[in-house]
């Protein structure tokens, strides 16, 4: 055991204060995952490749910067490690962005890797939270997935296979993978970028309407990592996805009620596809997941219904 852990007193018994290295930490997930880590009286070590950057972003009380050539002396002696980092995928995807992608995971995971497994026992992180995503099950109408389905194998499947892999090499004791469906938030994600259109009367369904969301609200989603790190029971695969996915008109109709706007009109494949190129793929397609591990161990979802999600966002 770490000996980076301490306990401190508190209502109900003695929570424990955790030193947690965290990469993506400037991301739409890592902000939130780091304001909450710092207000619960954690520590936070940002690993970052723009130091002066995520200082800038991250205004929080024991937050500590470290640029990739101290990465190594940061994850010795943290308790925990929390790998969010990945280039965006909402892109035109060109051969060199594909290559981006895929290697901007790969590569930060396994810096993060041999940083812990050379970190002495003593010092070494109990456990390592890697992101992954629902990709990694392929594109489907009609099969729902859990966390015992097998890959597809279209390029986002293989990217997450990757990426997963890296991850797995940790000696941490435990290693956990979240597999994140699609992150509501007002920032960013898919509502940051639907809402503008929808603000000006124009928002409807993208493609068919017909592909699954597998979503989950950012809050639920911060929780789950800081659940995942600190309850021992936690090891292995987690579908980081609310309960009740929904069909991607049913997310834009719900969009459309909170903001007191139209869902009428839909953007069509072939405009998506002259945007985004191959990328237009993780819009166009989707896959219904289900977490089903997350529930078997008890965590508690604030938004379970994507109505309640939204509203809170918009509301926010």
Same mark, same amino acid.
């Given at each position: ?5 301490? !306990? ?19 991301? *739409? ?17 940002? *690993?970052? +490749?723009?130091?002066? #950057? ?16 101290? %990465? ?11 790998? *969010? ?7 035109? %995807? ?6 981006? &992608?895929?290697?901007?995971? &790969? ?11 050379? #970190? ?8 390592? &939270? ?25 390029? @986002? ?52 309407? +017909?592909?699954?969301?597998? %979503? ?42 909170? @903001?007191?706007?139209?869902? %009428?009109?839909?953007?069509?494949? !072939?405009?998506?596809?002259?945007? @985004? ?21 008890? !965590?508690?979802?604030? !938004?379970?219904?994507?109505?309640? #999600?939204?509203?809170?966002? &918009?509301?926010?």
């Amino acid at each position: 055991m770490s000996t980076a852990s301490t !306990f401190i007193a508190a209502a109900g018994g003695a929570i424990r204060k955790e030193t947690v290295a965290v990469t993506g930490a400037t991301g *739409l997930v890592g902000t939130r995952l780091v304001s909450k880590l710092t207000a619960q009286g954690h520590t936070v070590r940002v *690993l970052t +490749r723009n130091p002066g #950057a995520a200082a800038g972003k991250l205004p929080y009380p024991r937050v500590e910067v470290y640029g990739p050539e101290r %990465w190594e002396e940061a994850v010795k002696g943290s308790t925990a490690v929390i790998n *969010l980092a990945g280039e965006p995928i909402s892109t035109r %995807w060109t051969p060199a962005v594909k290559q981006e &992608i895929k290697q901007s995971r &790969i590569a930060v995971t396994r810096q993060v890797v041999e940083a812990i497994n050379s #970190a002495p026992e003593d010092q070494r992180p109990r456990v390592l &939270i890697s992101t992954s995503a629902v990709g990694y099950y392929g594109a489907s109408e009609s099969q729902t997935f859990s966390e015992a389905s097998g890959s597809g194998r279209d390029y @986002l499947a293989e990217v997450c296979k990757d990426w997963e892999a890296e991850a797995q090499r940790s000696k941490a004791e435990r290693n956990v993978v979240l597999r994140t469906g699609i992150v509501l938030a007002k920032e960013g994600g898919a509502l940051g970028k639907m809402m503008p259109v929808f603000n000006i009367f124009a928002g409807g369904p993208l493609g068919s309407g +017909r592909q699954w969301c597998s %979503w989950i609200h950012r809050d639920d989603l911060v929780n789950l990592y800081i659940e995942a790190m600190q309850s021992e029971s936690f090891s292995g695969v987690y579908n980081a996805t609310a309960p009740n996915p929904v069909r991607m008109s049913e997310l834009c109709s719900s969009l459309g009620s909170v @903001l007191g706007r139209p869902s %009428w009109l839909p953007v069509p494949d !072939f405009a998506l596809q002259a945007l @985004l190129g191959e990328g237009a793929s993780i819009v166009l397609e989707g896959q219904r997941v289900l977490p089903e591990r997350a529930l078997e161990q008890g !965590f508690k979802y604030r !938004f379970n219904n994507v109505n309640a #999600a939204v509203e809170n966002i &918009i509301g926010a």
